[in-house]
T-cell receptor, first 112, second 114 residues
Framework: ELKVEQNPLFLSMQEGKNYTIYCNYS?????LYWYRQDPGKSLESLFV?????AVKQEGRLMASLDTKARLSTLHITAAVHDLSATYFC????????????FGKGTLLTVNP | NAGVTQTPKFRILKIGQSMTLQCAQD?????MYWYRQDPGMGLKLIYY???????DKGEVPNGYNVSRSTTEDFPLRLELAAPSQTSVYFC?????????????FGPGTRLTVT
């Protein structure tokens, strides 16, 4: 059974600071996704990482994938309040059915 | 494109009642999924479909049924609702024709069973 663990689960940070969210998974996979969810809203796709060493950046967020370590990171640079949300990583366990296993999510709060 | 749409947005059911959650997509996606989201638990896959007429169980299928008679629609049926089915339900879809097909999510249905 594929397991996906995120840490931390809760993150409170000040505006302007940097931090990293970690996503570890238990099986070989080279397809990993990051989603954002605002309170009471749906999930919005942030990044799709498809190979070892993949790095994607959008604004203050940068995601990377190390398939050998079974680890993805989501790095936040100079956080702003608008980044406050819950961030999920999801791993495709392989095969052709594109089923995703989600982590529990990281609730990020950025304080002024 | 409307993307993935879900109805209703909210619903309160009594224990033992049944209902159908509707999901539709207008992106001509082959793959569709139903998830439930409980507080602090991430999303769990209930059922998925790889095309019209083809469905399969996910991680938590008990108490639910699905059908897929068209590419566009993927309804989720709850029979004999139980308090444990109180959750937010999300429908999603993806192309599935190549690697890295991200899933697009609907707005969700918040269900309370009392």
């Amino acid at each position: 059974e594929l397991k996906v663990e995120q840490n931390p689960l809760f993150l409170s940070m000040q505006e302007g600071k940097n931090y990293t969210i970690y996503c570890n998974y238990s099986t070989t996979s080279d397809r990993l996704y990051w989603y954002r969810q605002d309170p009471g809203k749906s999930l919005e796709s942030l990044f799709v990482l498809l190979s070892n060493g993949a790095v994607k950046q959008e604004g203050r967020l940068m995601a990377s994938l190390d398939t050998k370590a079974r680890l993805s990171t989501l790095h936040i640079t100079a956080a702003v309040h608008d980044l406050s949300a819950t961030y999920f990583c999801a791993v495709d366990g392989g095969g052709s059915n594109y089923k995703l296993t989600f982590g529990k999510g990281t609730l990020l709060t950025v304080n002024p | 494109n409307a993307g993935v749409t879900q109805t209703p947005k909210f619903r309160i059911l009594k224990i033992g009642q049944s209902m159908t959650l509707q999901c539709a997509q207008d992106m001509n996606h082959n793959y569709m999924y139903w998830y439930r989201q409980d507080p602090g638990m991430g999303l769990k896959l209930i059922y998925y479909s790889v095309g019209a007429g083809i469905t399969d169980k996910g991680e938590v299928p008990n108490g639910y049924n699905v059908s897929r008679s068209t590419t566009e629609d993927f309804p989720l049926r709850l029979e004999l609702a139980a308090p444990s089915q109180t959750s937010v339900y999300f429908c999603a879809s993806s192309y599935s024709t190549g690697r890295g097909d991200e899933q697009y999510f609907g707005p969700g249905t918040r269900l309370t069973v009392t």
